[in-house]
């Protein structure tokens, strides 16, 4: 999400995070480096990116900020999906932007502390969404160990001391990412989480969104998008609901808004957070169905406890948005909303409500984040989903309209890290 200020849009008890947590020895990104390969080294809108591929997908990760897209599933097939967004601005005549990761900004990428962070703690400064989104990844190497394809990188951070490695793994037969963030040394309380965005056609609500049981979902409870700034919302501030589908608008007497069908809205930037129920393999989904695939995102809600909704329809006029960008981030998280550091460690609207808006990280224990992103095709007929059932090596996306479409995807992958 990238907080209006800055042009930046965008739980569980801690004793339950530890005990999910997944210790990874720093060695172990040693013994990668020895024996990885060095992966392909190409420039996708503007960017030097990193590029490791299978038959069915491939995954091009910027040098600078780790952005991972372009991002192409069923790319052996007659109609290959570009699910991610990519920020119009990309290919123009570079100039100066509001924070370093609108240099970059596209598809999916790991921020850590998550949101604007315009105020600083403890001496601390950090730029939007962290250090990792617009500074520099090391590669480690690619490494193939049977069917799976893994792309390592890291980043030493500077504000607080620590280093991050990132393991973007394909398996083969697989249309699916599986991602693996291991944070050492990065003491204290931090917000965090994954920044996907997805690119949104014009056809207002033909895009379904769903997800897992929530326990409620709550607008921005302050000012968004600013109009003074030429930024515009639609969505009341600090309205708590249960129900995606009906969400407060601003004003008087108007209907509740549809957040199950996107785009809508045309001409305003909004940003809500949906509190994941504690249980898992938590999921959220959309489905576009006129292109035939559906876009799924798998966490522990005991890790990233809750979605944020980055809906940038168009909403924002001043640079470099010009108008110009829509887009859906879907944003899983343990924060609140993107506000930051600061906001995020404070008693907030969340915290009040029992919700953590912070992990606790310790120097001397490694603390890991598994997700998962992948693309199901599915049939003629298919509108939103209503359910997912987990198999084993697969999963099964049920609709509203009785359909059904199936994904092999290693699920197990959320709680071990392992495949």
Known sequence: MLMSQIQMASIITFSHLKMLFIDLPLIAATTAASAAAEPTLRTFH?????????????IAVTKFGGHMAPVTFFRDS??????????????????????????????????????????????????????LVGDPWKIVGTKKAGDVTTLTMGIDTKVRRGRVTKELSLVNG???????????????????GHHATLAMPEKEGSVRI??????????????????????????????????????PVAWKDAPDADLTKLPGR???????????????????????????????ALKDPAVLNSTVFWMENHGRHGHPWNGRNNCLGLEDVTAFFADGLAASMKENALTKEGIATALELTADKPTSVN????????????????????????????????????????????KTGSL
């Open 266 to 296: 045309y001409g305003y930037a909004d940003l809500v957070q949906l509190v994941n129920e504690p249980v898992g393999p938590a999921w959220t989904t959309a489905t576009f169905a006129d292109a035939g695939y559906v876009w799924f």
């Open 46 to 58: 503007a960017q030097p990116s990193f590029v490791v591929a299978t038959k069915e997908v491939e």
């Open 210 to 247: 769903a997800t897992s049981a929530i326990r409620f979902g709550m607008t921005y409870p302050g000012l968004f998008s600013d109009p003074k700034s030429r930024e515009y919302q639609a969505l009341l501030p600090g309205a708590k609901w249960n129900d995606l589908a009906k969400v």
């Open 371 to 414: 997700y998962i992103q992948g693309v199901a095709k599915v049939p003629e007929g298919f509108d939103v989903v209503k359910s997912v059932e987990f198999k084993a090596g697969e999963i099964v996306f049920t609709s509203a309209s009785g359909k059904t479409a199936t994904a092999a995807v290693r699920h197990e992958f959320i």
């Open 174 to 192: 697989h249309n699916v990412v599986y991602s693996r963030h291991t944070i050492d040394g990065f003491a204290g309380r931090v917000p965090l």
């Open 78 to 131: 007659a109609k290959p999906v570009q699910p991610y967004h990519i920020s119009p601005w990309q290919d123009e005549k570079p100039t100066k932007m509001p924070a370093p990761v609108l240099n970059i900004l596209r598809g999916d990428f790991f921020c850590m502390p998550f949101g604007g962070n315009s105020d600083a703690v403890d001496g601390e400064k950090h730029p939007p969404h962290g250090e």
